[in-house]
């Protein structure tokens, strides 16, 4: 059994910061790839930043130069740093992970349950 669970979303004002955490626990052979996603209300989830087991990381346009993933393999924790936000940053975040059973050595992509942030006056 494996679980994600972030924490550290919340309601900023516009141009504020916050830092989401997602830690793996249980079960865990090796992580590959982690990253977050988000859902605005009434969108499609989107991928918002991933980093591989090598550190290299991706970003969506939207958040270039305002965000920054990282991780801590030590730790099996993810973070998202995210600096000056707008508006439309509103959404569920939710973390995601590529993990490998050490009884199968299978692979397969879990999700934590999300955490809310909102960016609001």
């Known amino acids: 059994q494996v679980q994600l669970v972030e924490s550290g979303g919340g309601l900023v004002q516009p141009g504020g910061s916050l830092r989401l955490s997602c830690v793996a626990s249980?079960?865990?052979?090796?992580?590959?790839?982690m990253g977050w996603y988000r859902q605005a209300p009434g969108k499609e989830r989107e991928v918002v930043a991933t980093?591989?087991?090598?550190?290299?990381?991706n970003y969506v346009d939207s958040v270039k130069g305002r965000f920054t993933i990282s991780r801590d393999n030590a730790k099996n924790t993810v973070y998202l740093q995210m600096n000056s936000l707008k508006p439309e940053d509103t959404a569920v975040y939710y973390c995601?992970?590529?993990?490998?059973?050490?009884?199968?050595?299978?692979?397969?992509?879990?999700w934590g349950q999300g955490t809310l942030v909102t960016v609001s006056s």
């Open positions: 995601n992970a590529h993990i490998q059973s050490p009884l199968s050595r299978w692979w397969q992509d879990y």
């Open positions: 249980g079960s865990i052979f090796s992580i590959n790839a």
């Open positions: 980093i591989t087991s090598e550190l290299a990381t």
